[in-house]
């Protein structure tokens, strides 16, 4: 393949709609997704993205199963599922050009698993954050734009870097460079695991911040806490301000929390995708590649993340079937909050 050639390695909610959105902006791109369906549909039809703001469809595209890449890969943008890193980077290693590198686009902290994979000079970090879903094989729903930030994971801002936040802002214009890419990766962990705590009910994210604050802002400051033992300072982004919440100071949460749900409102996607996998798609979430690496860095760092493990385990327990999405699911949570 062309230097220029962008692979997106995971062609579903995040991959695919940066990947159309950069097709319909002149860039060689080449999809690759382990659904059969999906890729023949891609082929066939090319993507639709039905976005909150345009509808379009892209011309059928170059699209194949990961057995079926051809290589040398240059650029790699990296956005499946965290569970699927480590079979993803074996698959593309052999794969990668000398100068090739690989960018994550998920969610979790996946950069230490790609360089131990592919070598940490092949490595570049990257946090996103904007709300899509798939929806249907080449149908893919984007809900809300929000923030991207590319960065070495060592704080450097490459030439690679910066060529990488060029092609992400055919679909973000406010792509930018950072050069503390894990602040922004740990605060999206806070975020995240907020998230997880709206799934243990079957209600909007921006209905279960509101209804139980104390509890979910109390579980959103573990992995915060857990980020300030590893020296690493969260960032803010999209309404999301990890230090009202690091402060404990209940009337700043509350004003916090009233921008972040009044921004949850607004976005087509109320629910989350973690609520997705739980109640539409039956399948397992990504929480041991989340929630419980928060728990597993807490205790190798001695900070406590009680309301971490314990939405975890009640996460798991709907993963199995022996525990329905409720309201007391968050009753018990908040119970636990001193």
Known sequence: MATGTITIWGSGAIGGTMGAHMVRAGEDVVFVDQDADHVRAMRERGLRIEGFAETFTTPPLRAYLPSEVPGPLHAVVLATKAMATEPACRAIAPLLARDGFIVSLQNGINEPVIAAIVGAERTVGAFVNFSSDYLAPGVIAYGGAGT???????????PRVEDMVRRFRAQLPGAKATDNVNGYL???????TMLFGTALADATMADAVDRYRRALSALGREPLLVAQAMGI??????????????SGDSTRIDASLDDLTARMRTNLKVKSGIWRDLAVRHRRTEVDYQVMVVVAEGRRLGVPTPL??????????????RRQMSWANLDELAALVG
């Open 148 to 158: 991207l930030a590319v960065g070495e994971v060592d704080g450097r801002i490459t």
């Open 186 to 192: 740990w605060s999206k962990m806070g975020y995240g």
């Open 233 to 246: 300072k969260p960032l803010p982004f999209d309404g999301w301000d990890p230090e009202p919440i690091l």
């Open 308 to 321: 971490a493990e314990a939405c975890g385990r009640m996460i798991k327990e709907i993963e199995d079937g």
